[in-house]
């Protein structure tokens, strides 16, 4: 289950249902529990899509009505249930799974690898694919414990082993109440958003309702809030909790052969789904990059450009291509030494001037997709605004950014696939890895993961018709001559 929280007073949502006309949303919102529910029954049967005949439930991308069944949930509750009996246990595995919200990584996993941390990180760092990001869910952002902040890989690998004790003691005192314990909790973490705490408190219900209570009344999540405030003003009541109370009695009535009856948590995050459905239909939300169902494939968002190129463009832009510790660096020093201009790399400069201010390279990207959709805007305006008639080297290009893109969810689309087809880059020299590999603050993948990144560069160079003039792994001196071989060529 996902929802859509973020810290502050503005609610971006607020006025996505304005001008729409529902004479009837509580029979509105039990409509849509209906037909969502059947469209899940029919898919999970084996039937073939579409599974409904609305248009906007074949387009538009939706949780299931029973968070149960939702993917991500299922393999939170079968990598929990084996520690159930122990709670310090219990606890630390729903944080832990929370915090990855992942259910591929998940899956890989049961609960005596959280037991070893070191060797949980170094597993990770040899993953192709980024094990924590989801963009369908709630952002996760750092937290602080003890004075030390700890970013998300941190915080679920080794911190929630050490301090799983506190926490249980946390939720053991709030009197079964999620709010209350959220609160408790985030007292400590210091979260802007505490709505992963909410979802790993909430998952302790499932298997102790004796220590939370799974009808404890919940906060109204800003995707919620348009919906409920419908359903508050045609009942008459007095708050939100009144109107999630009144939609529970009354589900006996507009749904009594549901497969069980709802709870808060339920109304609000379903209120979050109504929204979305009546903001298709109230043209306030459109069906792109996230938000739009395509069967067998994940929820990605995409990046895109106002136009692009229409006609071939060939520049004087030189690209040192290559995977992390391929020595690009050091040759673009040297070149830049002898009087070439040289621009470098857009995602290495940030985390630089973040780690130059007192910032931590993991903090800064704890949020890989955001991170990610910021080096893309920087990148295209650099290489969109670069001279096309003067020779400039540059440490990597934006074609090398599609393969990070890939990794943290993000595809491209056709603008800045048509851009990069027709804005032609004169030559592209990739360096061969160095034999020595070194982590440091700013580039922090294994050698095995960089060197996948390496040969992932050099498929995608291929695909967009580049020829790659390969630098072998020799000395400085000579992987210069090599290149400035071609420029006289």
Same mark, same amino acid.
């Given at each position: 289950?996902?929802?859509?929280?973020?810290?502050?007073?503005?609610?971006?949502?607020?006025?996505?249902?304005?001008?729409?006309?529902?004479?009837?949303?509580?029979?509105?919102?039990?409509?849509?529990?209906?037909?969502?529910?059947?469209?899940?029954?029919?898919?999970?049967?084996?039937?073939?899509?579409?599974?409904?005949?609305?248009?906007?439930?074949?387009?538009?991308?939706?949780?299931?009505?029973?968070?149960?069944?939702?993917?991500?949930?299922?393999?939170?509750?079968?990598?929990?249930?084996?520690?159930?009996?122990?709670?310090?246990?219990?606890?630390?595995?729903?944080?832990?799974?929370?915090?990855?919200?992942?259910?591929?990584?998940?899956?890989?996993?049961?609960?005596?690898?959280?037991?070893?941390?070191?060797?949980?990180?170094?597993?990770?760092?040899?993953?192709?694919?980024?094990?924590?990001?989801?963009?369908?869910?709630?952002?996760?952002?750092?937290?602080?414990?003890?004075?030390?902040?700890?970013?998300?890989?941190?915080?679920?690998?080794?911190?929630? $082993?050490?301090?799983?004790?506190?926490?249980? !003691? %946390?939720?053991?005192?709030?009197?079964? *109440?999620?709010? &209350? #314990?959220? /609160?408790?909790?985030?007292?400590?973490?210091?979260?802007?958003?505490?709505?992963?705490?909410?979802?790993?408190?909430?998952?302790?219900?499932?298997?102790?309702?004796?220590?939370?209570?799974?009808?404890?009344?919940?906060?109204?999540?800003?995707?919620?809030?348009?919906?409920?405030?419908?359903?508050?003003?045609?009942?008459?009541?007095?708050?939100? $909790?009144?109107?999630?109370?009144?939609?529970? !009695? %009354?589900?006996?009535?507009?749904?009594? *052969?549901?497969? &069980? #009856?709802? /709870?808060?948590?339920?109304?609000?995050?379903?209120?979050?789904?109504?929204?979305?459905?009546?903001?298709?239909?109230?043209?306030?939300?459109?069906?792109?990059?996230?938000?739009?169902?395509?069967?067998?494939?994940?929820?990605?968002?995409?990046?895109?450009?106002?136009?692009?190129?229409?006609?071939?463009?060939?520049?004087?832009?030189?690209?040192?291509?290559?995977?992390?510790?391929?020595?690009?660096?050091?040759?673009?020093?040297?070149?830049?030494?002898?009087?070439?201009?040289?621009?470098?790399?857009?995602?290495?400069?940030?985390?630089?001037?973040?780690?130059?201010?007192?910032?931590?390279?993991?903090?800064?990207?704890?949020?890989?997709?955001?991170?990610?959709?910021?080096?893309?805007?920087?990148?295209?305006?650099?290489?969109?605004?670069?001279?096309?008639?003067?020779?400039?080297?540059?440490?990597?290009?934006?074609?090398?950014?599609?393969?990070?893109?890939?990794?943290?969810?993000?595809?491209?689309?056709?603008?800045?696939?048509?851009?990069?087809?027709?804005?032609?880059?004169?030559?592209?020299?990739?360096?061969?890895?160095?034999?020595?590999?070194?982590?440091?603050?700013?580039?922090?993948?294994?050698?095995?993961?960089?060197?996948?990144?390496?040969?992932?560069?050099?498929?995608?160079?291929?695909?967009?018709?580049?020829?790659?003039?390969?630098?072998?792994?020799?000395?400085?001196?000579?992987?210069?001559?090599?290149?400035?071989?071609?420029?006289?060529?």
């Amino acid at each position: 289950m996902a929802s859509e929280h973020t810290a502050g007073p503005e609610n971006p949502y607020a006025s996505a249902l304005d001008g729409l006309e529902i004479d009837d949303p509580v029979q509105a919102f039990f409509d849509f529990c209906r037909e969502r529910e059947r469209i899940r029954i029919r898919r999970e049967s084996g039937e073939s899509g579409p599974w409904s005949d609305d248009p906007i439930f074949q387009q538009g991308r939706f949780l299931n009505v029973f968070r149960e069944d939702d993917r991500g949930t299922k393999s939170i509750l079968r990598f929990v249930e084996p520690v159930a009996q122990d709670f310090e246990a219990l606890v630390h595995a729903v944080f832990f799974a929370r915090w990855c919200n992942r259910d591929s990584t998940i899956d890989q996993l049961d609960y005596a690898d959280l037991c070893s941390p070191l060797a949980l990180r170094s597993r990770f760092n040899q993953l192709a694919i980024q094990p924590w990001c989801n963009v369908t869910a709630y952002p996760v952002g750092p937290i602080r414990w003890a004075g030390k902040t700890h970013p998300r890989l941190d915080a679920a690998v080794e911190l929630f $082993h050490a301090i799983r004790g506190d926490l249980a !003691a %946390l939720i053991k005192g709030a009197d079964r *109440d999620v709010v &209350r #314990a959220t /609160q408790a909790i985030n007292d400590h973490f210091g979260m802007d958003n505490d709505f992963p705490i909410f979802m790993a408190v909430m998952d302790v219900a499932w298997f102790r309702p004796d220590l939370i209570d799974p009808a404890s009344h919940v906060p109204t999540g800003i995707g919620a809030a348009p919906y409920l405030d419908r359903l508050q003003h045609h009942l008459g009541l007095a708050d939100h $909790h009144q109107a999630c109370e009144a939609m529970i !009695a %009354l589900q006996a009535e507009h749904w009594p *052969d549901a497969k &069980r #009856a709802f /709870q808060p948590i339920d109304i609000e995050y379903l209120s979050c789904e109504c929204r979305k459905y009546f903001s298709y239909r109230n043209g306030t939300k459109q069906f792109e990059g996230k938000n739009r169902f395509l069967p067998g494939q994940d929820a990605q968002f995409v990046f895109d450009i106002d136009g692009a190129e229409q006609e071939t463009i060939q520049t004087q832009i030189h690209v040192i291509a290559g995977g992390p510790c391929s020595g690009k660096t050091t040759l673009l020093r040297e070149l830049k030494a002898r009087g070439y201009r040289v621009e470098d790399e857009t995602s290495e400069v940030l985390l630089k001037e973040g780690v130059a201010n007192g910032q931590d390279a993991e903090v800064l990207r704890a949020d890989p997709v955001q991170w990610q959709r910021d080096v893309l805007e920087k990148d295209h305006s650099l290489f969109d605004g670069l001279p096309v008639d003067e020779l400039i080297f540059t440490d990597t290009s934006f074609i090398e950014d599609l393969v990070f893109s890939r990794r943290a969810g993000i595809q491209m689309g056709p603008n800045v696939h048509r851009w990069l087809k027709n804005k032609r880059y004169r030559r592209v020299f990739f360096l061969e890895p160095l034999a020595t590999y070194e982590s440091n603050a700013v580039r922090m993948e294994s050698q095995a993961l960089a060197e996948q990144i390496g040969r992932d560069i050099q498929q995608e160079y291929n695909e967009f018709g580049y020829g790659l003039i390969r630098v072998p792994a020799c000395s400085l001196a000579e992987r210069l001559d090599i290149i400035l071989q071609h420029l006289d060529g």
